[in-house]
Every structure is written in structure tokens, then in C-alpha cells.
């Protein structure tokens, strides 16, 4: 058998180098299927599928909460919050964990660091002491966090490998150097393995520090008294490995009563009617962050790139069926030789299998480049890179089409005539009537599967569109934003407006300025603060919650954003920490709160307490995006950052008259001249802020439209190919029709009629697989309906349009045979 196999192998490499343009088409067809779905499986594999490269990551759960109590606040990441007496508690439970371990970021975004007199921007995390050993993360120079390092709060951190290489050039020498953190000196103990990169956000973590008990670095950046000491403060987010042999279900059922007594171990009984938060878990798979917002995306794209393959497939089926009714005789005369059905099926199997390996093979390389391109279009800041788990996805998806194209031409070349050896020509020899029927029915299929991928891709890039289109509320051109933390010096609210004062002031001569402003929160990165409204002492809304959002902001900020003033006036200089304190809301906010009388003069607090400041309202803005550009509209108050407490890293809004980006180094240099030492945080444009918020759609709708225009082609070639099959199996008809008097345009429309069938027989398969598939893509879509006529209507035009142009050469072929040349043929 094995000499049967090589002299097989060897066979079929001849055959395949007689017909190079065969090979090509064949090889280049499936390298594109193979390798789209490598690079989309790869980002799956990453963002939702791969378990942390750690030991045993299979038994490692995120913890998840389905509410908070009553009288508790939350900052970061929603449903995976605690305080921090809930994480001590729940890691004594032996007997569940394990190892239980917290994280924590430093900051909403990246934070200050420093290394000699360059300052940058990096992800910093908090972490518990026991978090590398309890994830089994081994150092690759110096050591890791240790348990003493959390309980004493020791100023020493661990760099990530990618950091750790690009900063320090890969020198271990760095281990006992310090590092400024916040502006806080750190010494550098060790560097971690290089395949771990963190385990709690979308971007790659680049350096470690213990739970910390300072306001200067306190959890998410916020300049408030530290977690340690606000025990209703939920932000530690938990990592934990299960005790071997204890199930989710189990454990949940374990630690749900004792959850539940350490959340309300500082706030009493629930409240009459509160429903108490449960505990839940979730596989520490893929990217915690980007799981919920990619899964669905990704598993589009994946089907779509599967139908893509399905659709390739199809024209290497009838192109080796094709290949093979020329080969007719060659069949027959091995079969009369004593050849067998299983030995031709194994010749026929190894011609797929060459045929496929070298798809295979460059299709790898095409979906590595794929992944690679995928993972700078999408901002994620991650390495895609295909992996082991990537690779075996490949083979055997080239596996299956292996084996379904050595099955796909074996019937027809069993069922071959051995008296064909006899005739004269192998082309008449034997019908094909019943293959040109096949392939009819395998084009209509095509078209049908094109017809969906259209849809669902013209629905995705109108989405994309709107988006694009959206008034934001306010003018994004001409808008520069970054964000600065005040000098560590820097240690109370007085200091730091003092910075800002002398920052603001500075930049205002920067030449091309016309204003500029302070935000808390920066607009259109997807945080906010959110709260309860309290309007003149009391509830607005008495029979529903009346949540509001809210911005700490500096002086002019909608005359530099922008945004009209319906009422009233905007922040000035004048709102000092001195001053009578002031606030200003949106459009929706007094529609809802303060309906049919005016805004103006009322007052709004952000606590029902009694002592609580009372802000009251001097203008009314009109509505403006906030957290990105998806969001309804909500309300929203403004207050003066000098009249809040905690003023600590702000957002800088700069106007300028022109391109932004032409002044950038004129603004830095303005901030250096203010703080040397500290660096600019994620300075960008307005506008490629408000995009990032949308990165994922318009990702998303870029990739379905590229892989339906890559059916399309697919579909044209494959009708293509069915016409021209068509015509070289009826030269002598269309040579006796043309005898007998018909005109080149008659020939013309005899074939492209034939197309133009097998298209109407697959719109009308399509249209309900369109409409099916449309609706699963509800919730991806924005401004559009699922069933959108505009978008079906283009979608079915533009198939007959491609039937047309593929079959227009084969027709035009028809038409040019000459009578009597078709007559000899035979």
C-alpha cells in the first residue's frame, strides 16, 4: 500500500505540473477559503476561546455578581466588583479555592511611569499577593509578588515580558532598579514568563504592583479614600482557581450564603423587598473584556468565512469534475486493465490531497498576514498570532475538504462505460447531461449562499455608515484630547486646580488655540459616573429610579466643545472652590426631571444626604454623546471640577483652528514646560476618540463586506465555469443552430439565459436563508431594519449583474463558432 501511495504521490505530481492553470486556480481558490477562516477562527481562538497560558487553566473561573446592595457604589467593571473584605472572606474557603486572587487597574486608563527622565503612559494592575502563584505564572528574571507584598503593601512590581523587552531591551540587569509609578517609586523584583500577559482587560497589562493603601494610587485612579477603608466600595475584580473536584454548581451553592453575609457585613439586613446579589462564575476563556462585545461578531464572521469555503469548494467540485470527464478514457482504460474502484479512489484521493496541502499551506501563510492586518485594523493591542490550537483547526478543516473532494469526482469516474475505450472522442463518449444538472444545482446553491452573505453584509456596513453619520451634538473637527495627572508633589485639591489653572493658561498661547477645557471623564471612551438624581432635596421621579450621569468639567467647556446652550450660561473661571456652587444639565435631563417649568435657578445634589452640596442650575445644554455613539440619550449634569472633590487625573480638550494634529508637538512641549515628568495620556483626536467607540462595528462591516465580495467572485467564477462547460459540450448544437441560420445575438441570449436561470433558482433559495440570517443580526445592527428593502433589493440586482459579466465571455465564445468547425469536432 505504501508503494501504492508514493507511486500515486508522484503521479499525481506530474499530472498536476502538466496543468499549471488548473493547479493554480484550484490552489489559489482554497488557500483563500482555508486561510479566511484561519484568521477569523484565530481571532476567535483569542478573544473568546483560549484559556489563560497557565497551568490547570481549565478550573480557573472569573467571579460575577448579579447586583450590588443598597447604599453601595461601583467603579469599573460593573457585574465583576467587590469590596475588598468580600475578596478576604471568600478566599478563606479553602475548600472551594484553590487560590483566589484580586486585580484591580490603577487607572480608568493607562497610567504615568517612569524610567530615568522619560516619562510614558502604560496598564499598570494592582494585584493580590497571591495572584502569580495562585495562577502558576513562573518568572523569567528576578521573582514574583509574594503574599507579604499585600499585606505590607510593599512598593515593588513585576513587568510583563512585552514591556519589559521593549523598555529595557531585555536586560535582567533592570531587576532592583527603581521605576516611578504615579510618580511613586517602585523597585522592579522580577518579569513574568512571556506567554502571560494578564488576565482582567482587553489591552495587555504591562507591569504588577501589590494592593496598595494610598489615595496617590488608589484602584481605578480615583482620587477618594482608598478601598481598604470604603467597605460599601466595590472594584476589586476576582480571579479564582476551583478546588480540584468541585464543580461550578457546587461551589456557587457553597458560597452564596457566605457572599452574601460579607456584602451586607457593613450595611446591616437587606432593606424590605431588596433582593440580595448571588455570586456566579465564568471560564477565564478568551478576553474577559472583549468576550461579550466580540462573541456574536466573531461567530458572523465565522459562519460567513464558512460559507465562503463552502462556495470555494463548490468550484474546485465542478472544476475536478470538469478535469475529470476529460479523463474519461484514461479511467476506462484502468479499469479494463484490472484497475479497481478503491485503487482509482485512492489515485483520486491523492491528486486532493496534493492539491489541498498546497492550499493548505498557503492559505496559512495568507490567514497569518490576515490575523496580522485584523489585529492593527481592530486597535485591540493584542497579539493574534495563530497558535498551536489555530493550526490544528487548519488541518483538519484541510482534512474534510480533502476527503470531500476525493469523494466528489469518484462516482462519476466509477460509473464510466469500460467499452469508452472503443470511441473516438471522450468528450461525446459518455452524457453529461446528469453533471451539467449537478452543476446547475451546485451554482444555484452558490448563488443562494452569495445572496446571504450580500445581505448580511450590506446590513452591516449600513450600520457602520450611521455610525459614521451620527450627530454627536457637539463639533468634533478642530478637537485635540489627552489626559494629565498633577505632579506627585501634587497632594490636595487646591494643588491641583492650581496645575490645571497654570496648564490651561499655558496652552491658551500655544498659537492656532482658540480654547480650551477640562473633562473628568474623557467623552466617547465608555466610562461615566453614574448616580441617583436628586433635584431640589428630593427624588424627581417617585414612582421609577431616576438615575442620572454626571462630569466633573473646567470653564468654557461647550463653548470649546461645541455644544449649544438651549438656557443659561457656560462655566467661567469664576466657579471657583469659593464660589456659590453651580451646575448645568442637558435637554433630556429637564424633560424628564423638571418638565414644563424652568430649569434655571432649581438645584441638583449627587446625594440624598442632608449635608449633601446643592448645586444649582444655570444653563441648559442640548443633548451631546457621552460614552460613545450608540447611546440614547440620558441625563446628564455638569458641575465645575473646582467645586468637587478628588480632583485628580483630568481630560484635556484643546480647539484649534485647523488639523489638530499639525499642533500636537507644540502642545507637548507646552505640558512639558508645566510638568517635565509627567506624559501625556492617549492623546488623540475627538473624532478618532468617538470612532474607537464604534471600532468593533466598523471592523466587523468591513470584514462581511470583503467576504461578500469575495463570494461574489467566487459565484462568478463558478458560473463562468458552468458556461463554459456548457458551451464545450454543445459546440456541435450551437454549430448546427448557427448552420440552420441563428443569429451571434440569438447564440448570446441562448447561453446568458441559462445563467441567468440558474441565478433566479438560487435568489429564491437565498431570499428565505436572507431573511432568516438577517433577523439573527438584530442586535449588531443601528439605524437599520433587519429586513431593510433598500439592502435586499441591491443584493438581489447585484447577482444578476455578476451572472452577467461572468457569462459574457463564454457567450460571446458560443457565438464566435464556426459552423462547420463545430460539425468536424465530431
Not at 244 to 262: D, M, R
Not at 339 to 351: M, S
Not at 416 to 424: D, E, N, W
Not at 741 to 752: K, S
Request: hydrophobic share 45%; net charge positive; with cysteine.
Amino acid at each position: 500500500m505504501l508503494d501504492d501511495f508514493w507511486q500515486d504521490l508522484r503521479y499525481a505530481s506530474r499530472l498536476l505540473r502538466s496543468t499549471p492553470m488548473f493547479t493554480a486556480v484550484v490552489v489559489l481558490t482554497l488557500a483563500l477559503g482555508i486561510g479566511a477562516n484561519t484568521a477569523i477562527f484565530g481571532v476567535m481562538n483569542v478573544v473568546v476561546l483560549r484559556l489563560l497560558p497557565v497551568p490547570e487553566a481549565g478550573r480557573l473561573v472569573y467571579v460575577r455578581t448579579t447586583g450590588f446592595p443598597n447604599g453601595t457604589n461601583n467603579t469599573g467593571a460593573g457585574d465583576a466588583s467587590f469590596p475588598v473584605h468580600v475578596f478576604e472572606r471568600l478566599r478563606l474557603e479553602r475548600d472551594v479555592f484553590q487560590d483566589l486572587t484580586a486585580f484591580v487597574p490603577m487607572g480608568l486608563d493607562k497610567v504615568a511611569v517612569r524610567y530615568g527622565s522619560e516619562p510614558e503612559e502604560a496598564n499598570a494592575n494592582m494585584v493580590s499577593g497571591n495572584f502569580f502563584s495562585g495562577l502558576g505564572v513562573r518568572p523569567l528574571c528576578g521573582r514574583m509578588l509574594a503574599p507579604d507584598d499585600e499585606t505590607s503593601h510593599t512598593q515593588v512590581a513585576v513587568l510583563s515580558y512585552d514591556f519589559w523587552r521593549r523598555r529595557f531591551g531585555e536586560n535582567c540587569a533592570v531587576v532592583g532598579q527603581a521605576l516611578q509609578v504615579r510618580g511613586v517609586s517602585f523597585t522592579i523584583v522580577g518579569v513574568a514568563a512571556s506567554s502571560f500577559i494578564g488576565v482582567d482587560r482587553a489591552k495587555a497589562t504591562d507591569l504588577w504592583v501589590p494592593l496598595q493603601d494610598r489615595r496617590d494610587l488608589n484602584a481605578w485612579g480615583m482620587q477618594r479614600e482608598t478601598f481598604y477603608r470604603s467597605p460599601n466600595w466595590w472594584c476589586l475584580m476576582m480571579i479564582g482557581r476551583l478546588a480540584p473536584g468541585v464543580s461550578e454548581k457546587a461551589a456557587q451553592s457553597k458560597l452564596n450564603p457566605v457572599f452574601q453575609q460579607a456584602a451586607y457585613a457593613h450595611l446591616g439586613k437587606p432593606a424590605e423587598g431588596e433582593r440580595p446579589p448571588t455570586l456566579s462564575f465564568r471560564r477565564a476563556r478568551g478576553i474577559s473584556d472583549l468576550r461579550q462585545a466580540y462573541e456574536e461578531p466573531l461567530r458572523w464572521l465565522l459562519a460567513m468565512v464558512g460559507l465562503v469555503l463552502v462556495i470555494a469548494c463548490g468550484n474546485v467540485a465542478m472544476l475536478l469534475v470538469a478535469r475529470n470527464d476529460a479523463r474519461q478514457r484514461e479511467f476506462s482504460v484502468r479499469m479494463a486493465l484490472g484497475g479497481g474502484r478503491a485503487r482509482l479512489f485512492r489515485q483520486l484521493l491523492t491528486e486532493s490531497l496534493l492539491l489541498v496541502s498546497a492550499g493548505a499551506a498557503l492559505g496559512w501563510f495568507f490567514g497569518v498576514a490576515a490575523t496580522a492586518a485584523l489585529s492593527e485594523w481592530s486597535e485591540l493591542n493584542l497579539s493574534l498570532a495563530p497558535d498551536r490550537t489555530v493550526l490544528l483547526f487548519t488541518l483538519a478543516l484541510s482534512a474534510a475538504v480533502t476527503l470531500v473532494f476525493g469523494l466528489a469526482p469518484v462516482r462519476g469516474a466509477a460509473r464510466v462505460p469500460l467499452g469508452l475505450t472503443l470511441k473516438t472522442a471522450s468528450a461525446t463518449a459518455y452524457s453529461g447531461r446528469e453533471r451539467l444538472l449537478g452543476r446547475r444545482i451546485v451554482v444555484a446553491l452558490q448563488v443562494a449562499l452569495c445572496l446571504t452573505l450580500l445581505v448580511g453584509a450590506g446590513l452591516l456596513v449600513r450600520t457602520m455608515s450611521n455610525l459614521q453619520q451620527i450627530n454627536l451634538g457637539l463639533r468634533t473637527p478642530g478637537l485635540f484630547v489627552f489626559g494629565i495627572s498633577p505632579q506627585q508633589q501634587v497632594r490636595s485639591d487646591a494643588g491641583s486646580i492650581r496645575f490645571f489653572e497654570a496648564l490651561l493658561e499655558r496652552l491658551r498661547s500655544v498659537p492656532r488655540v482658540e480654547s480650551v477645557t477640562l473633562m473628568q471623564n474623557r467623552i466617547g471612551s465608555g466610562w461615566s459616573n453614574n448616580t441617583t438624581a436628586h433635584v431640589d432635596g428630593k427624588d424627581p421621579l417617585s414612582d421609577k429610579p431616576s438615575m442620572m450621569r454626571w462630569n466633573a468639567v473646567g470653564p468654557d467647556y461647550f463653548r470649546t466643545l461645541g455644544t449649544p446652550l438651549r438656557f443659561g450660561r457656560d462655566f467661567t473661571e469664576a466657579d471657583s472652590a469659593s464660589a456659590p456652587k453651580v451646575a448645568i444639565i442637558n435637554e433630556t435631563f429637564a424633560q424628564r426631571f423638571l418638565p414644563s417649568q424652568s430649569p434655571l435657578g432649581h438645584q441638583v445634589s449627587l446625594s440624598r444626604r442632608k449635608d449633601a452640596p446643592q448645586y444649582t442650575i444655570v444653563g441648559v445644554a442640548a443633548d451631546s454623546k457621552y460614552t460613545g455613539v450608540r447611546e440614547r440619550p440620558v441625563p446628564m449634569a455638569y458641575f465645575p471640577y473646582k467645586q468637587m472633590s478628588g480632583v485628580a487625573t483630568m481630560h484635556v480638550e484643546v480647539r484649534t483652528a485647523g488639523n489638530p494634529v499639525d499642533l500636537v508637538p507644540a502642545i507637548r512641549q507646552a505640558v512639558r514646560e508645566i510638568a517635565p515628568e509627567v506624559p501625556m495620556l492617549r492623546p488623540v483626536t475627538q473624532q478618532q476618540q468617538f470612532e474607537s467607540s464604534f471600532s468593533q462595528e466598523r471592523l466587523i462591516g468591513r470584514l462581511s463586506m470583503f467576504f461578500g465580495l469575495l463570494a461574489a467572485l467566487l459565484v462568478a467564477t463558478g458560473v463562468y465555469g458552468t458556461l463554459a462547460y456548457t458551451v464545450s459540450r454543445r459546440t456541435s448544437e450551437v454549430g448546427i443552430r448557427m448552420a440552420l441560420g441563428a443569429q451571434r445575438a440569438e447564440v448570446v441570449w441562448m447561453v446568458l439565459r441559462e445563467s441567468m436561470g440558474v441565478c433566479a433558482v438560487g435568489i429564491a433559495f437565498g431570499l428565505p436563508l436572507a431573511f432568516a440570517c438577517s433577523r439573527l443580526l438584530r442586535s449588531m445592527l443601528y439605524g437599520v431594519l433587519p429586513a431593510d428593502p433598500l439592502t435586499f433589493a441591491a443584493a438581489v440586482a447585484s447577482i444578476p449583474i455578476v451572472a452577467l459579466v461572468a457569462g459574457l465571455v463564454p457567450a460571446v465564445r458560443a457565438a464566435s463558432i464556426s459552423p462547420m468547425a463545430a460539425l468536424r469536432s465530431e
